[in-house]
């Protein structure tokens, strides 16, 4: 079974400061995706950032980006420049090719002024 | 474009009573997926449909089920209701085909809640 873990229950950074949080998943296949999703207080569910398996350079998306190493297992998302409006919950999620999606159990961000 | 849109918002419902959640996906979208998130659990895959047939299940009991209709929306139902079942339910939709570029992306929706009393 694939596994998601998200070992930070809650983190805070400074507005304009860098954040790191972390994932790992455990997994016996070779081809997946990987992704972080964005919860903040409405509760909808927001993609950050996506990730290929097959692929080895790191994702980014504007202050946005990722540590992916595979042979770690590790898929950790690096958040530059915080603003306030990052301040929400943040998935960590694993699919398998067949769209069979597992999720952590997410990390609390909060983004202090 | 228009994104997944779930009905209805909130509502309530008392043990031993039946409930269904509707979803419409994104337009062009033939895969919708749903999940439950609460406190205790986190978010938990309940299955997934594409093409009117269920490709992926969750570990969920027998009372949980759905459907997808020929244009993609689907339903899911729960059958006498538990208060356990009080959660959020969030629907998410997707091309459903990874060998399409971000065919697998998933868009989800606002979310039904559903309290159980």
């Known amino acids: 079974a694939q596994t998601v873990t998200q070992s930070q229950p809650e983190m805070s950074v400074q507005e304009a400061e860098t954040v790191t949080l972390s994932c790992t998943y455990d997994?016996?296949?070779?081809?997946?995706?990987l992704f972080w999703y964005k919860q903040p207080p409405s509760r909808q569910m927001i993609l950050v950032i996506r990730?290929?398996?097959?692929?080895?350079q790191n994702a980014t998306e504007n202050r946005f980006s990722v540590n992916f190493q595979k042979a770690a297992k590790s898929f950790s998302l690096k958040i530059s420049d915080s603003q306030l409006g990052d301040t929400a919950m943040y998935f960590c999620a694993f699919m398998r090719a067949n769209n069979d999606m597992r999720f952590g159990a997410g990390t609390r961000l909060t983004v202090k002024p | 474009k228009a994104g997944v849109t779930q009905t209805p918002r909130y509502l309530i419902k008392t043990r031993g009573q039946q409930v269904t959640l509707s979803c419409s996906p994104i337009s062009g979208h033939r895969s919708v997926s749903w999940y439950q998130q609460t406190p205790g659990q986190g978010l938990q895959f309940l299955f997934e449909?594409?093409?009117?047939?269920?490709?992926n299940k969750g570990n969920f009991p027998g009372r949980f089920s759905g459907r997808q209709f020929s244009n993609s929306r689907s339903e899911m139902n729960v059958s006498t209701l538990e208060l356990g079942d009080s959660a959020l339910y969030l629907c998410?939709?997707?091309?459903?085909?990874?060998?399409?570029?971000?065919?697998?992306?998933?868009?989800f929706g606002e979310g039904s809640w559903l309290t159980v009393v």
């Open positions: 990730q290929e398996a097959y692929k080895q």
């Open positions: 997994t016996s296949e070779s081809n997946y995706y």
């Open positions: 449909y594409f093409s009117e047939t269920q490709r």
């Open positions: 998410a939709s997707s091309l459903g085909d990874h060998r399409q570029s971000s065919g697998n992306t998933i868009y």
